[in-house]
């Protein structure tokens, strides 16, 4: 399951109120923990995010608090205060992340939370529902055997890194445009694990690498030497694409598409980052239908619904389209424009 699959099945779950405890497995550096907090943001939702690996069973369990009685006579007892990060009340997600780096005493108080939800004198509210996350052993990440017991208790998702899904997250994001027209060119690297190194490139450590591209600072540190060095070849392809303002301007009839694919990356990645308003997209339609391919122009009709969807601005896409056939042509397969 790809990330934007996984966010579609949650919100699935959390439309229909299904109360089903989720566990979601995938390799380090994939943002599952973003895929979670995205679905409850989408949803209106709380989120509440629990490093179990960094608790302590107490901090989970809560403290005991001696409770005196009021005949002198009689034993005391005590009562345990649970921890105020725990919900209290209203709606969201309790995600139990790193579930499988924690220890097994404290998987084994996490699995009464998750089957019984609740945990001394702390009861989940009705309203939350609880999701959980961990790496597999394939990855060598440092995880404990998940107990069979606990590990029934979940319906289990597997979820991969995927450049169509990390290229929606990126636009709306503002990741460097160059970092996106980079993974469409060399998808591989969206997610190129090396045990071997410290540094290496997951769509996490883009998007560290974007920062530092933005303000000068090598990448290399976050993705690894040889994707840096890869990346800063292609940067080179910049220096020769078409002018993307006059483009936008509706003031390049006479600028021909660019003839190598990566070049032919870089222009439309560029064109769907700049595209901020109606009539930038139809100056950028009109070029790319005279000068570029279908396959291309078809790329940016896909991206440019997805932006325009992401920034509720779908009904002024809808008028740009609706009124040139040779542009609507583009869109047949996008129920939600031709509708509005």
Do not use: C
Not at 88 to 103: C, Q, S, T, V
Not at 116 to 127: A, C, F, L, T, W
Not at 148 to 161: G, K, S, W
């Amino acid at each position: 399951m790809n990330p934007a699959e996984l966010i579609n099945f949650l919100e699935k779950l959390i439309k229909n109120n299904l109360n089903i405890s989720t566990m979601i497995w995938g390799p380090p550096g994939i943002g599952k923990s973003s895929i979670v907090y995205s679905a409850a943001e989408k949803a209106g939702i709380d989120f509440i995010d629990l490093r179990l690996s960094q608790l302590a069973p107490t901090d989970l369990r809560g403290l005991p608090v001696p409770v005196h009685p009021e005949d002198n006579k009689k034993q005391g007892t005590s009562k345990w205060y649970p921890p105020e990060f725990l919900p209290r009340e209203g709606k969201g997600i309790l995600f139990l992340d790193e579930l499988n780096m924690a220890p097994p005493v404290m998987q084994g108080v996490a699995q009464q939370l998750i089957l019984d939800r609740k945990i001394g004198s702390y009861k989940v509210p009705n309203g939350w529902r609880i999701f959980s996350a961990g790496n597999r052993k394939e990855d060598r990440a440092s995880v404990f055997e998940m107990p069979t017991p606990l590990a029934n208790r979940f319906i289990h998702i597997e979820v991969e890194a995927n450049y169509e899904s990390f290229k929606n997250y990126a636009i709306n994001k503002n990741i460097a445009e160059e970092v996106t027209s980079f993974l469409a060119f060399r998808p591989k690297l969206l997610h190129a694990m090396n045990n071997d190194q410290k540094a290496w490139p997951s769509p996490r450590s883009w998007e560290m690498a974007s920062k530092l591209f933005k303000n000068n600072i090598p990448i290399d540190i976050a993705v690894g030497e040889a994707a840096a060095s890869e990346f800063n070849s292609y940067i080179n392809v910049y220096k020769s694409i078409p002018d993307l303002e006059k483009i936008l301007a509706g003031k390049a009839k006479s600028i021909p598409f660019p003839k190598k694919i990566s070049s032919q990356w870089a222009t439309t990645t560029g064109l769907i980052y700049r595209s901020k308003s109606p009539k930038d997209v139809n100056n950028v339609f009109k070029w790319l239908i005279d000068n570029s391919y279908p396959e291309w122009i078809q790329l940016y009709a896909s991206d440019i619904v997805n932006t325009f969807k992401n920034s509720g601005r779908l009904s002024q896409l809808a008028k740009v389209v609706m009124n040139d056939p040779k542009i609507i042509q583009y869109f047949k397969d996008f129920e939600d424009i031709l509708n509005k």
